[in-house]
């Protein structure tokens, strides 16, 4: 059976045994301060670091989610103004999030299934400008040098990028954002329950300048203290050490594939998925512009056929994402990440077309 | 080889069996808004509610650790003024994050080694009264009448218990208190990643009544937040589904065994090794006080022979923990988890008998 729900989804297939030689080592019973579990969090973020060409001028840090990186980006990130693109439900409730967060939190929101083609003015007051890069609600994927472009026209605020449910797959140039976050269930093939950060000198600066002002921004894993804790290749408090070490060895695993082989597969996988929707007679890519159609989540419109051929691909072992939210009964997603095989992806292609 | 450091600990006996059928039975690509999830997350809280008499009145949420639970529970229960118990690390850093929230975060502190026998008087202006029932870095652990006492002479305050290294084996009495919480990786031996919190109804109003007021009580884990999905045995972000499905299966195993069984033998193990360090010529208990003896983290003075006790052990394969902090060269710390057996114990006891 092959997992497509774009997340929690399908596990690389060598998750398995790296948490079973995890158990048998020990690892989960080792201190989160002794040097065997600083060397365990050091191979992972320079792991992290070589796969996604991450530049020593960004640190890499451990939190509990994605979800908790979008309430502590801005604590630590926005003492008044945010601005977020908004074209589905998770970059929705990133700016939900800034808005709770009791910060003016501005939005320009567009349709589901659009992406953000328009130059757009943000206004100076913003601090951050929140990118998501994969809105996996609805498979809309941003080009990175519209995200560039963004910071080229606001260089005084921070640029964040949402990359929950599309690294390792876009090769983000670093030295263009600020700060990129996503979670190890989606991509990466991982049991959920890690998230990762990576941010760059100026926002660390900016938290610290907050903090200097006397703004709240949060305890244990504000920035200057998650960042003082990863130099030491420590985290604040016990962390999931089993999944940082699976990350690491993941990480691994990756780089002996290759990141051009990884990404190359991802594109092919991607292709041939979008054909077929293309030619079939009861199937529509949701996303039409095709610059903006994510290499990662491929989002199907369905209509009245999509519980019909949900069954048929079941019955081939083939589990694929319901439809998020309201699109429950019309659509349907698919996951593209490394755990998916090209194999798995022709089978799914091939069974697609057997369904009229 | 056996662990006795107090967290990360050794991992309960079944575990890594949970964890291997969690990976064939697919637990961790499962959708944590799926019903599937929903039953595992219900069999572990109910589980607990049975395993720890948890009454109907009082929630149990999923965080990622105890750590966060500090914070959360200073942004979501206390405007202005909280009240804390300090006797070593870790209750002096729940206290130092309400004070890092900018609450007036009053705190009665004692020596390390010491706990708070005399009555004290806490002003009605107190909304939070926190208790760090087992003091992981000293082995002081509080009497429970003493804990319920504290709501009888302040009833307006939330007392809050911090039983992250205690819990399951403190038998308490949750209509005399509010709150309480612990992490997994302690005396349920699991790999760390999750932390456990129960509230009751008054926390939940205290959460209402701030955010009405306007106060920020945080987003995805405030309580209102974190109630309202575990009422449909979810929860907000995508957690830890692994740990919660690993904790459901260990609570069961503890219940087989009987919560009664492994408190009378945390006490037994618990008895010969406070027993042993009395008549032993180079050691003795740090804390001298047996009504405040911890039966969870046992705390040894070994002084001078620290380092040569250690390696005695260590030969044996019996790896004791460090003192804590600037405790490290002096003393030695032994949990007592029901991960730790009693024959393990007694090979501990004798063992220490042969060093002189």
Known sequence: ??????????????????IKRALRDGIPSLSHRSSSFEKISQKTTEGLRELLSIPSSHAILFTGSATEVWERSI????????????????????????????????????????????????SDS????????????????????????????NPNALLIVDAVSSLPYPAIDFNQVDSVFFSVQKAFGMPAGLGVWIVNERCLAKAEALQKKGVNI?????????SSFAKKHQTPETPNVLAIYVL??????????????????????????YQALQTHPSLNAFVK?????????????????????????QTKGLYPGDGYGKAKETQLRFANFPAHSKE?????????????
Chains 1, 2 share one sequence.
């Open 75 to 122: 604590q630590n990130l926005v003492e008044a103004e945010s601005y977020h693109f908004v074209n589905g439900a998770f970059s929705k409730r990133y700016h939900e999030i800034a808005t709770q967060l009791q910060k003016k939190a501005l939005a320009l929101e567009v349709k589901e299934g659009q992406g953000f083609t328009e130059p757009v003015v943000i």
């Open 289 to 313: 512009d095709s610059s903006l159609q994510s290499k990662t989540v491929i989002v199907a419109e369905a209509g009245s056929k999509t519980k019909e051929i949900t069954l048929a691909l």
């Open 126 to 153: 913003a601090e951050l400008i929140a990118v998501t890069h994969n809105e996996t609600s609805t498979g809309v994927s941003w080009p990175l040098e519209k995200i560039y472009a963004l910071r080229k026209s």
């Open 344 to 356: 798995q992806f022709e089978l799914l292609v091939d069974t697609l077309e057997t369904i009229r």
């Open 218 to 226: 949060g305890t244990y894993h504000n920035l200057p203290t998650l």
């Open 1 to 18: 059976m092959v997992n497509f729900t774009p997340g929690p989804s399908q596990l690389y297939f060598t998750v398995s045994d790296h």
């Open 248 to 273: 690491g060895h993941v990480v691994e695993d990756f780089l002996r594939r290759g990141i051009l082989t990884l990404r190359r597969e991802t594109e092919y996988k991607a292709a041939i998925l």
